[in-house]
C-alpha cells in the first residue's frame, strides 16, 4: 500500500535524509587506492550512530553490514569486506540511514584516480540520468513517465539500463510500495504529493543482463562491464519534488 507522509513524517524523514547526505561526504573523503571496503563501511556505519541514526541496511532481510559498496561490474548489493580499491576502479555506495524509525536512501558512484573516457561517461550520464527522472516528478503525474525518461536518456547514450531491480516508496521501511522502474511500463500508478520514494537509476557500459554472486546479495554484470547507480530519496510535492538526500 502507498502511504502518504504527515508532516510530521516528512520531517523526521528530511533529517534522515541530511544524516544520509553528510554519511556519504564522510565516506567520499576516504575512498582512496588501498583502503578496505569494511574500513569505508566503519566509517559510515560509525558517523550514523554518532548522529542519533540508525544504518538502515543492515540485518535488512539479512544484510550484513551497513552500507552497500559495489565496485566495478558489480551493479548494487556489494558486501564490504577486506578488499581493497585500486586506483582506477568505480565505487558505487549505497547508504540507508534510519531516524526514528523513518528511513532514507541514496547512492552515489565515484571514481577512484583515472579511467577511460567511456567509463567517465558511464558516471556522469548515469547521473544525469537521475535527474532526467526527477524532472517530471511532481502531484499526478505517472510513475511510469520517471522510468520513460531514464530509459530514453540511457538508450540515447548506449547504455545499458538494469530491468530487475528497481526504485521504490520509502518511509517506515526501507523498501515500500510503490515500485520505481527506470524503463518504461504501463502501470497506471500516479503520483501525489507527500508521497516519498528513492529513484535509483542502474546504467550499464555494456549490456543490461545481470546475475547474482554466491554470496546471495551482490549483483554483476553478465558481461563483466562496470555499471554505475546513482539514487536520491525524495518528496513528490503539488508543483514537483524536495531531494531528502541532498545537503
Given amino acids: 500500500m502507498i502511504?502518504?507522509?504527515?508532516e510530521r513524517e516528512i520531517e523526521l524523514m528530511k533529517h534522515a535524509g541530511h544524516i544520509n547526505?553528510?554519511?556519504?561526504?564522510?565516506?567520499?573523503?576516504?575512498?582512496?587506492?588501498?583502503?578496505?571496503?569494511?574500513a569505508l563501511n566503519d566509517i559510515a556505519h560509525k558517523f550514523i550512530i554518532k548522529n542519533d541514526c540508525e544504518p538502515s541496511f543492515l540485518g535488512f532481510e539479512?544484510?550484513?553490514a551497513s552500507i552497500c559498496i559495489s565496485i566495478n561490474d558489480e551493479v548494487v548489493h556489494g558486501i564490504p569486506s577486506k578488499r581493497k580499491i585500486k586506483e582506477g576502479d568505480v565505487v558505487s555506495v549505497d547508504i540507508g540511514v534510519s531516524y526514528k524509525g523513518y528511513h532514507s536512501d541514496s547512492a552515489n558512484t565515484y571514481i577512484v584516480g583515472h579511467t577511460s573516457k567511456e567509463v567517465e561517461d558511464l558516471?556522469?550520464?548515469?547521473?544525469k540520468s537521475l535527474y532526467e527522472g526527477l524532472s517530471v516528478i511532481k502531484d499526478?503525474?505517472?510513475i511510469s513517465a520517471i522510468g520513460s525518461k531514464i530509459e530514453s536518456f540511457a538508450k540515447k547514450n548506449n547504455l545499458g539500463v538494469v530491468r530487475e531491480l528497481v526504485g521504490h516508496g520509502v518511509g517506515t521501511s526501507v523498501h515500500e510500495d510503490p515500485d520505481v522502474p527506470n524503463y518504461y511500463t504501463s502501470d497506471p500508478t500516479r503520483l501525489k504529493a507527500g508521497m516519498v520514494i528513492a529513484v535509483e537509476p542502474m546504467l550499464n557500459l555494456g549490456r543490461e543482463d545481470i546475475y547474482m554472486e554466491d554470496d546471495d546479495w551482490t549483483i554483476k554484470?553478465?558481461?563483466?562491464?562496470?555499471?554505475a547507480h546513482f539514487e536520491h530519496t525524495v518528496l513528490v510535492t503539488k508543483d514537483g519534488f524536495?531531494?531528502?538526500t541532498g545537503e
Avoid: R
Fill in 123 to 127: 558516471v556522469e550520464n548515469t547521473k
Fill in 242 to 244: 524536495v531531494i531528502l
Fill in 62 to 64: 539479512g544484510y550484513p
Fill in 221 to 227: 554484470t553478465d558481461d563483466g562491464l562496470p555499471s
Fill in 3 to 6: 502511504s502518504i507522509k504527515s
Fill in 21 to 38: 547526505y553528510l554519511t556519504h561526504q564522510e565516506v567520499a573523503k576516504n575512498i582512496k587506492p588501498g583502503i578496505s571496503t569494511k
Fill in 140 to 142: 499526478g503525474v505517472k
